[in-house]
């Protein structure tokens, strides 16, 4: 009996982390196709978000992203907790759903458990991007400087809100 309640529980926790490690990306998004990942690569300051438990009350939120020798992506995202007046810092891995010139990745910061990074906007530049995460829970604007033209601003928010995303509900943290 207890053989069996372990099988059933080891496969149940396997397929749980499949299922978790397939990052989706919201209804109706489109990926960025002919995506260069080393034009990608750098510092990105963080322009808006939607808030959730890892980044709520952060400023000064950039990422920095990196290759590792095996060819995924290193995250380094960080912001300043003002309340508590300490920097705080995660790191983790992204890779490719598939080919890596579609901006669909996965992005773990805790173990096995991946959540959707979907580049879906971007300009030609590699200045300004448009992040979708898995649902209509994560949504990103990020630029490679602390500011934002307001046109890339306004296009950004129609995108993103005919998708379907509330950016009413989004937050514009500061730069020093």
Known sequence: MKTSCLRIFLISFSAMCILSSCASIPKGATAVTGFDKTKYLGKWYEIA??????????????????????????????????????????????????????????????????????????????????IAGNNLNYLWILSRENTIPEEVKENYLFVAANLGYDTSKLVWPEHD
Request: proline share 2%; glycine share 10%; charged share 30%.
């Open 49 to 130: 978000r939607l808030d959730f438990k890892y980044e709520r009350g952060l400023n000064n939120t950039t990422a920095q992203y990196s290759l590792n020798g095996d060819g995924s992506i290193r995250v380094e995202n960080s912001g300043y907790d003002y309340a508590k007046k300490v920097w705080k810092k995660a790191v983790g891995k992204a890779k490719f759903i598939k080919d890596d010139n579609v901006a669909r990745l996965k992005v773990a910061f805790f173990g096995p458990f991946y959540g959707g990074y979907n580049v879906i906007a971007i300009d030609p530049e590699y200045k300004y991007a448009l």
